[in-house]
């Protein structure tokens, strides 16, 4: 429990800051594209639907962890097609934030950042979950691959219990999600009303 509570913090801290990193370079540096380009506009409008898509996969993977993850070995719904869908879902989101930030550098930032942060930490989990739960989980991981999805494992029950406190804490995670975009828009607004001037231009 110590070392979950220890990975769970870890988790935090590491995606607030990355997040930080990439609104200040957005708020002292301004993207090559003119805000008036279609291609900013696009990929503003992927940066949103990968986002959304981040949002409602961590939802959907809420529903079925339930309060019960590290508690039992949950095999079913996402968690039957990838080891790690809460994972993939926050690289989704992670994307997203970089095409709406419009910045190449801040792209390449927050996924290689995440990567690097990231993947340490499956390492400990993976580790922990095989020393709690044993052949178990070693029979899992024979069969659901770690980060690519496999569409034809998916398996799900009739029911599933819901945590309501989970999904409280799912809709402070989506607030995490949409802040960035908010501020990003912020900043392009005050831009575009002549309030603050970037410091330079990144690609």
Same mark, same amino acid.
């Given at each position: 429990?110590?070392?979950?509570?220890?990975?769970?913090?870890?988790?935090?801290?590491? %995606? !607030?800051?990355?997040?930080?990193?990439?609104?200040?370079i957005?708020?002292?540096?301004?993207?090559?594209?003119?805000q008036?380009a279609?291609?900013?506009?696009?990929?503003?409008?992927?940066?949103?639907?990968?986002?959304?898509?981040?949002?409602? %996969?961590?939802?959907?993977?809420?529903?079925?962890?339930?309060?019960?993850?590290?508690?039992?070995l949950?095999?079913?719904? +996402?968690?039957?097609?990838?080891?790690?869908?809460?994972?993939?879902?926050?690289?989704?989101?992670?994307?997203?934030? %970089?095409?709406?930030?419009? @910045?190449?550098?801040?792209?390449?930032?927050?996924?290689?950042?995440?990567?690097?942060? #990231?993947? +340490?930490?499956?390492?400990q989990?993976?580790?922990?979950? @095989?020393?709690?739960?044993?052949? $178990? #989980?070693?029979?899992?991981?024979?069969?659901?691959?770690?980060?690519?999805?496999?569409?034809?494992?998916y398996?799900?029950?009739?029911?599933?219990?819901?945590?309501?406190? !989970?999904?409280?804490?799912?809709? !402070?995670?989506?607030?995490?999600?949409?802040?960035?975009?908010? *501020? *990003?828009?912020? *900043?392009?607004?005050? !831009?575009? $009303? %002549?309030?603050?001037?970037?410091?330079?231009?990144?690609?």
């Open positions: 429990m110590i070392l979950q509570n220890s990975l769970n913090r870890s988790r935090l801290l590491i %995606g !607030r800051v990355l997040l930080l990193l990439a609104l200040t957005v708020l002292f540096s301004s993207s090559y594209l003119p008036e279609l291609l900013h506009h696009l990929n503003h409008s992927i940066g949103l639907v990968l986002i959304s898509l981040c949002i409602l %996969g961590r939802f959907y993977c809420t529903l079925f962890i339930g309060g019960r993850k590290n508690e039992e949950v095999t079913t719904g +996402p968690f039957s097609v990838v080891r790690n869908p809460l994972y993939l879902c926050s690289l989704l989101g992670i994307i997203g934030i %970089g095409f709406t930030s419009n @910045q190449l550098s801040v792209l390449i930032i927050l996924v290689v950042g995440m990567l690097l942060m #990231y993947l +340490p930490l499956v390492r989990e993976e580790a922990f979950l @095989q020393e709690k739960f044993g052949q $178990a #989980y070693t029979q899992y991981c024979a069969l659901v691959p770690r980060f690519i999805p496999s569409p034809t494992l398996q799900s029950p009739k029911e599933i219990i819901i945590n309501m406190r !989970r999904i409280h804490s799912f809709l !402070r995670d989506a607030l995490w999600w949409l802040t960035p975009v908010i *501020i *990003i828009d912020l *900043i392009e607004w005050s !831009r575009n $009303a %002549g309030v603050t001037t970037p410091m330079g231009s990144l690609w």
